[in-house]
């Protein structure tokens, strides 16, 4: 017997989901009208993979691996440790749980893991440097689990931080829930860029431009692109099973970066503090469900 495909879930009043600007009834209604349909219709218009259940429930159970891994680097950041013993921890517990780290040799990048430190943006390589008290530690983690990948990142104090460095990291993770609540079948992803943007400009932090969030699940970086700042109903609109990722970065001063000669490790221009923190979610019918989910 043939499986009949389930019809859309979109209203004939609601906004078009191919981004027009103009009621669905009066746009694609006639054209796309199952959900095979609409996952084809974004494949070949954003090509932008909707998961199935499964590849969810796949992303999902390497999501909960990378949240292990980083209650293992949770139990070891202390001020004397090295950059490159998060890198060990994190190679050596993601192995032994029968995955992959996906930054290792990605593009080139010889680590891990990304740790960044105080003025660092993000994308720091390991190495020798000694975490000091008082210093934040940005510790980007993503596994290979099965074929599947999850993309978390948590940004930690190391012993006693500064009253700055508090009130930094306080209001990224908040722009990171901001950013989260918006999320929702019908909405845009210029809808969450301008969630973020705003709450942490009326703080008087800014919002780093040059990295963005990203589709993820069954490579490391799929579309769409997810802007950290923007405008309302803007970009890409947002359907049931489009799994990204949200990873806004803060800065305490201005929002320029600069690039180190390595590469990789971007640091802010003014040397102000940096701070992220990155879920990756799904979206569901009538909102979203983080598959690295930590409180928030």
């Given at each position: 017997m043939k499986n009949k495909e389930s019809k859309i879930k979109i209203g004939r009043n609601d906004p078009c989901p191919c981004g027009s600007g103009i009621k669905y009834k009066k746009c694609c209604m006639k054209k796309v009208s199952t959900k095979k349909d609409m996952d084809s219709y974004y494949l070949k218009k954003y090509g932008i993979r909707i998961k199935t259940p499964e590849e969810i429930?796949?992303?999902r159970k390497a999501g909960a691996l990378v949240m292990e891994t980083h209650?293992?680097?949770e139990k070891?950041?202390?001020p004397g440790i090295t950059t490159d013993d998060i890198n060990t921890l994190v190679h050596e517990f993601t192995l032994d749980h029968g995955a992959t780290p996906a930054p290792l040799n990605y593009r080139g990048f010889p680590k891990s893991v990304c740790v960044s430190l105080n003025e660092v943006v993000c994308h720091g390589i390991p190495g020798n440097t000694v975490i000091?008290?008082?210093?934040i530690v940005n510790v980007d983690i993503t596994s290979i689990l099965n074929g599947f990948y999850a993309d978390a990142n948590y940004t930690y104090f190391s012993g006693e931080p500064s009253r700055e460095a508090r009130i930094l990291v306080e209001n990224c993770k908040e722009s990171l829930k901001?950013?989260?609540?918006?999320?929702k079948p019908g909405a845009t992803t210029g809808d969450i860029g301008y969630s973020i943007q705003r709450y942490a400009e009326s703080l008087g932090c800014s919002v780093v431009r040059e990295f963005v969030g990203h589709g993820v699940g069954l490579d490391f970086h799929e579309p769409p692109q997810i802007l950290h700042f923007g405008r309302r109903g803007t970009g890409v609109p947002l359907i049931e099973n489009m799994t990204f990722t949200i990873e806004p970065m803060l800065n305490f001063g201005k929002k320029e970066v600069d690039i180190l000669d390595d590469g990789w490790t971007a640091v802010?221009?003014?040397g102000s503090l940096s701070a992220q923190f990155e879920q990756t979610v799904v979206v569901t019918k009538d909102g979203y469900?983080?598959?690295t989910p930590f409180e928030l």
């Open positions: 429930d796949g992303i209650k293992e680097v070891i950041l202390r000091k008290d008082g210093d901001k950013g989260m609540e918006a999320v802010t221009r003014d469900e983080s598959l």
